[in-house]
C-alpha cells in the first residue's frame, strides 16, 4: 500500500481519501436531490403551477427561505475551509524536514540536477551517480534540486512528492522511504525530445547495504 511508504505518503493518502469522500457525499446528495426533483416535479396533465409561481409581467415574489440558505453556506464554508486547511498543512508537512540538515547526521543531504535527459545525484562526500539513486531505508533523505540547462521536475510516483527543478535555484523536498525495493524517478515537467525517457531508479536498502555501496562508490575498500 502506498499509505505504508513514507511518513509523507500517509498525510498524502489521508488527504486524498478526504477529498474523495467529501466529493462522494456532495455528488450523492446533488445528484440524489436533482433526479428526486426531476420525478417529482415533472410535467403531468392536470397539475397546476404553485400558487407563489413566477408569472410573466411580474416582479417575482421573495420565496427565499433565509435558514436553509443559512444552513447550506454554512455547510459549504465547513467542507471548503476543512479541504483548504487540509491542503495547506499537507504542503507545510512536505515542505519541512523533520530534522535540519545538515546538522543533524539522521539526514542524508543529496544534491539531484537535472540535465538534458536524466537526473545526477551527488551524495555528500563527493559520490555521483546518474540514472540511479541509492538511499537508505527509514533515513530522512533532503532533496536539494536544481537543474543545469532547461526546467525539469523531480517526481517519483510511488511516494507523491514532486519538485520543480530550476537552473539557478535549489529547490528542497524530503521523504523517508520506509520500505525497501526500487522505485521510478521521472521528470514531471516537458523538457525537449528525451523527456520521456528521462527516467532513473531510486533503490532504498537497508542502512548497512547503504554504507557498502557507498564505499564501494567511492573507491574505498
Ligand atoms: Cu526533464
Not at 537508505?136 to 521536475?153: G, R
Amino acid at each position: 500500500m502506498a499509505s505504508e511508504l513514507s511518513p509523507w505518503t500517509t498525510q498524502w493518502m489521508s488527504l486524498f481519501n478526504l477529498f474523495t469522500t467529501i466529493a462522494f457525499i456532495v455528488g450523492a446528495v446533488v445528484f440524489g436531490f436533482m433526479i428526486f426533483t426531476i420525478l417529482r416535479y415533472r410535467y403531468k396533465e392536470g397539475r397546476s403551477e404553485p400558487s407563489d409561481a413566477p408569472q410573466p409581467g411580474t416582479v417575482p415574489k421573495d420565496r427565499g427561505k433565509p435558514l436553509l440558505l443559512f444552513a447550506l453556506s454554512m455547510t459549504t464554508l465547513t467542507i471548503i475551509s476543512t479541504l483548504v486547511i487540509g491542503t495547506f498543512g499537507a504542503f507545510d508537512f512536505l515542505l519541512n524536514p523533520p530534522i535540519k540538515a545538515p546538522e543533524d547526521e539522521n539526514a542524508l543531504v543529496i544534491e539531484v540536477i537535472g540535465f538534458q535527459w536524466n537526473w545526477r545525484f551527488k551524495y555528500p562526500n563527493g559520490v555521483e551517480t546518474v540514472g540511479e539513486l541509492v538511499v537508505p531505508a527509514n533515513k530522512v533523505i533532503i532533496f536539494k534540486v536544481t537543474s543545469i540547462d532547461v526546467k525539469h521536475k523531480l517526481g517519483i510516483p510511488d511516494f507523491k512528492i514532486g519538485v520543480d527543478a530550476i537552473p539557478g535555484y535549489d529547490n528542497e523536498i524530503w521523504l523517508q522511504p520506509m520500505k525497501e525495493g526500487e522505485y521510478w524517478i521521472r521528470c514531471y515537467e516537458l523538457c525537449g525530445v528525451g523527456h520521456a525517457l528521462m527516467a532513473a531508479k531510486m533503490k532504498v536498502v537497508s542502512e548497512s547495504e547503504f554504507e557498502s555501496w557507498l564505499e564501494s562508490m567511492s573507491g574505498g575498500g
